[in-house]
């Protein structure tokens, strides 16, 4: 049977651009499916990854030069500094991003139709487009990539001007001087040291005591005394009661309680209130009841390991089927659902990735935690190399921080790496690439990494490591000797 399309894709993010470039590849016809009257890449490049990890970059270049070369007649940063300037060097980012975007799916022959998707049967999509109109288009196949949105507050209502979101929080016309930020996601705790750097003084109001679970116990000590330092003040274990403004005392009220018995109800006065909430998978309204699409129990859809609903020809990538809810883990989930649908052989993604939050400093994983190594019965020895300790990090003043290897204490295998400190996005991937290839921590002492490099603590991390088993009792020559 004749179609329009081999592929519609509805969603121009991370995980519905990568397949659309993925399937022109094989010469297949492609149509992509946005909400946006004028903008591609949804929330990654619009309101969420790309324009808060551009005004986290602007924030970091003015904290490293007051941190150089002090403050300049005493004045904190946001009486030096216009948002405006910084939200323009943002908006320029977006504009390239946006470009680039558009520019590789014209190059690739990829259409792109304006307006809400819905699923009409397992074939085609209704298009209403901004005109009020219903366009309808069939395809052999078809990708789900909606994305997420985060919840909303369920005490008090973002009004975008005192109280904020993710959305709002981008057009601020000044840099706060007192900052509340309501959340216990990775994005909460972003924004709270992007501000701080900006000299806010920030409070942190989470409702959980288990904040950041997944990070080693390591790293989340180093983590809370890098928030003491620059000022930041986590309240956690709370429930948010009622967020106002006061016009009287011309500042806005967080009034909130504590969960462990304590029924007193406390006050924050703080200039504005910045809210990130969970998110949620955009399934409202695209016909996944009227086709039979399954979802899980908190409202994602449910795939296999090929990306494939429980409908042959439809499929789903990126945030709406859940974790890990990355940009990177999308780009790889869009491409590997192209290849899946036209039957084309491809790697499998590992089961282990890096996960990476662009606070400042950077934190980043990949692998076992200390903690998991030992519950899943190794032998474990750790190596740490803190950043006070390294040449680079020291000539550029980015001395807080540590990078931590995890690894079994008999073989020397690399079972986890965990790094907080300058760059730990970028340095978590010699790591990654150690453990794909099932290799063991002597990788490190054996090569010659360039000098000076922040690259060096893998160096120093390994050797502290194998001192440590040495001390145990084992040869140190046995350590260093290659395997049979």
Same mark, same amino acid.
């Given at each position: 049977?004749?179609?329009?399309?081999?592929?519609?894709?509805?969603?121009?993010?991370?995980?519905?651009?990568?397949?659309?470039?993925?399937?022109?590849?094989?010469?297949?016809?492609?149509?992509?499916?946005?909400?946006?009257?004028?903008?591609?890449?949804?929330?990654?490049?619009?309101?969420?990854?790309?324009? #808060?990890?551009?005004? %986290?970059?602007?924030?970091?270049?003015?904290?490293?030069?007051?941190?150089? *070369?002090? =403050?300049? @007649?005493? $004045?904190?940063?946001?009486?030096?500094?216009?948002?405006?300037?910084?939200?323009?060097?943002?908006?320029?980012?977006?504009?390239?991003?946006?470009?680039?975007?558009?520019?590789?799916?014209?190059?690739?022959?990829?259409?792109?139709?304006?307006?809400?998707?819905?699923?009409?049967?397992?074939?085609?999509?209704?298009?209403?487009?901004?005109?009020?109109?219903?366009?309808?288009?069939?395809?052999?196949?078809?990708?789900?990539?909606?994305?997420?949105?985060?919840?909303?507050?369920?005490?008090?209502?973002?009004?975008?001007?005192?109280?904020?979101?993710?959305?709002?929080?981008?057009?601020?016309?000044?840099?706060?001087?007192?900052?509340?930020?309501?959340?216990?996601?990775?994005?909460?705790?972003?924004?709270?040291?992007?501000?701080? #750097?900006?000299?806010? %003084?920030?409070?942190?109001?989470?409702?959980?005591?288990?904040?950041?679970? *997944?990070? =080693?116990? @390591?790293? $989340?000590?180093?983590?809370?005394?890098?928030?003491?330092?620059?000022?930041?003040?986590?309240?956690?274990?709370?429930?948010?009661?009622?967020?106002?403004?006061?016009?009287?005392?011309?500042?806005?009220?967080?009034?909130?309680?504590?969960?462990?018995?304590?029924?007193?109800?406390?006050?924050?006065?703080?200039?504005?209130?910045?809210?990130?909430?969970?998110?949620?998978?955009?399934?409202?309204?695209?016909?996944?009841?009227?086709?039979?699409?399954?979802?899980?129990?908190?409202?994602?859809?449910?795939?296999?390991?090929?990306?494939?609903?429980?409908?042959?020809?439809?499929?789903?990538?990126?945030?709406?089927?859940?974790?890990?809810?990355?940009?990177?883990?999308?780009?790889?989930?869009?491409?590997?659902?192209?290849?899946?649908?036209?039957?084309?052989?491809?790697?499998?993604?590992?089961?282990?990735?890096?996960?990476?939050?662009?606070?400042?400093?950077?934190?980043?994983?990949?692998?076992?935690?200390?903690?998991?190594?030992?519950?899943?019965?190794?032998?474990?020895?750790?190596?740490?190399?803190?950043?006070?300790?390294?040449?680079?990090?020291?000539?550029?003043?980015?001395?807080?921080?540590?990078?931590?290897?995890?690894?079994?204490?008999?073989?020397?295998?690399?079972?986890?790496?965990?790094?907080?400190?300058?760059?730990?996005?970028?340095?978590?991937?010699?790591?990654?690439?150690?453990?794909?290839?099932?290799?063991?921590?002597?990788?490190?002492?054996?090569?010659?990494?360039?000098?000076?490099?922040?690259?060096?603590?893998?160096?120093?991390?390994?050797?502290?490591?194998?001192?440590?088993?040495?001390?145990?009792?084992?040869?140190?020559?046995?350590?260093?000797?290659?395997?049979?």
């Amino acid at each position: 049977m004749s179609r329009d399309y081999n592929v519609i894709i509805i969603g121009s993010g991370p995980a519905g651009f990568s397949c659309a470039m993925q399937s022109s590849k094989f010469d297949q016809q492609v149509l992509v499916v946005e909400s946006h009257e004028e903008h591609l890449g949804g929330t990654w490049i619009n309101t969420g990854t790309v324009p #808060s990890k551009s005004l %986290r970059e602007a924030a970091k270049t003015i904290l490293e030069f007051n941190e150089q *070369f002090g =403050d300049d @007649e005493a $004045k904190k940063p946001y009486e030096r500094f216009k948002m405006a300037d910084l939200l323009q060097y943002k908006q320029q980012i977006l504009e390239k991003e946006n470009q680039k975007v558009k520019n590789d799916l014209i190059k690739n022959n990829v259409d792109v139709a304006r307006g809400m998707g819905r699923l009409k049967d397992e074939h085609t999509v209704d298009v209403v487009t901004h005109y009020g109109t219903t366009e309808t288009y069939t395809a052999d196949y078809i990708l789900l990539c909606t994305g997420s949105t985060p919840s909303q507050p369920e005490t008090f209502s973002i009004d975008h001007d005192k109280i904020l979101d993710y959305k709002s929080i981008l057009d601020l016309t000044h840099i706060p001087r007192r900052l509340a930020v309501v959340g216990s996601s990775v994005n909460a705790f972003e924004y709270a040291t992007i501000f701080a #750097s900006l000299g806010t %003084r920030v409070t942190l109001l989470c409702e959980r005591t288990d904040y950041l679970s *997944f990070l =080693d116990e @390591e790293i $989340k000590e180093h983590l809370q005394k890098s928030l003491n330092k620059k000022g930041i003040t986590v309240k956690d274990n709370i429930s948010v009661q009622e967020v106002e403004f006061n016009p009287l005392l011309n500042n806005t009220e967080v009034k909130y309680r504590a969960n462990n018995g304590d029924d007193r109800l406390q006050v924050l006065e703080t200039e504005h209130v910045l809210y990130i909430g969970s998110r949620q998978p955009n399934v409202h309204d695209i016909g996944l009841e009227d086709v039979g699409v399954a979802t899980d129990e908190k409202n994602f859809v449910a795939v296999n390991e090929t990306f494939k609903t429980n409908i042959d020809s439809i499929y789903a990538a990126g945030d709406i089927v859940g974790f890990p809810r990355l940009a990177s883990a999308s780009f790889s989930q869009g491409r590997l659902a192209a290849c899946n649908m036209f039957g084309i052989p491809t790697l499998e993604v590992p089961e282990q990735i890096p996960y990476g939050i662009y606070s400042i400093p950077e934190i980043s994983n990949i692998g076992l935690s200390e903690q998991q190594a030992k519950e899943k019965g190794f032998d474990v020895t750790v190596g740490r190399a803190y950043f006070k300790n390294i040449a680079k990090s020291n000539m550029t003043n980015h001395d807080e921080g540590l990078l931590k290897l995890v690894f079994d204490t008999n073989s020397l295998k690399l079972l986890g790496v965990h790094i907080l400190g300058d760059e730990a996005a970028n340095l978590i991937h010699l790591g990654q690439s150690v453990i794909a290839f099932d290799g063991d921590v002597r990788y490190f002492i054996q090569q010659v990494m360039n000098y000076p490099t922040l690259s060096e603590a893998y160096r120093i991390a390994a050797f502290n490591g194998v001192n440590r088993v040495y001390k145990t009792g084992t040869k140190y020559h046995s350590l260093l000797k290659e395997e049979d």
